[in-house]
């Protein structure tokens, strides 16, 4: 079976950034929706579609391409009073950036009373290469299509 829309792809992978660091790797397979569910990078599925059960790959993307430039605006300094007792360095929370949307935070740096935040993904202005085999390919199931995501023991667990 061919990658195609609606199709559910079991992969491994690999991400290497451009110093040639292993960033992440798959410890078992991981499943997505393919066709534009936003389940994984537009880039990733350009170059699975079409493609079957056994297609490796290197990709190497650029930054935009990957998890975006780094944002200065999504750098954030809040009162520490406005935050749970116990925030540490490296914990995380959802909050709404500067431009209206949610982004994860982490924070950075405690400071006297003041927290710093960074909305950036933690790869953001990285080129990476991501290496990819594709293990699985099978049709979803109605209810995956509808809810935009992958089911099963390598997918979205509910
Ligand atoms: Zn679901």
Do not use: C
């Not at 066709?35 to 190497?60: C, H, M, R």
């Not at 650029?62 to 490296?90: C, M, N």
């Amino acid at each position: 079976m061919k990658i195609g829309k609606d199709t559910v792809v079991t992969m491994t992978y690999k991400v290497v950034n451009a110093q040639g660091k292993t960033l992440d790797q798959s410890q078992e397979p991981t499943a997505y929706l393919h066709g534009g569910y936003d389940n994984t990078l537009p880039k990733i599925e350009e170059a699975l579609d079409g493609q079957e059960v056994g297609f490796t790959t290197q990709l190497s993307l650029s930054a935009a391409d990957a998890f975006g430039e780094f944002d200065e605006t999504l750098l954030k300094s809040i009162p520490k009073s406005e935050f749970p007792p116990g925030v540490k360095v490296g914990g995380q929370l959802r909050g709404r950036a500067d431009d209206g949307r949610e982004h994860v935070f982490t924070v950075v740096k405690i400071k006297g009373d003041k927290v710093m935040l960074d909305g950036n993904h933690p790869w953001a202005g990285q080129a990476l290469t991501f290496a990819l085999k594709v293990v699985e390919v099978r049709a979803a199931s109605a209810e995956e299509v509808t809810h935009r995501h992958a089911h099963g023991a390598h997918g979205h667990h509910h």
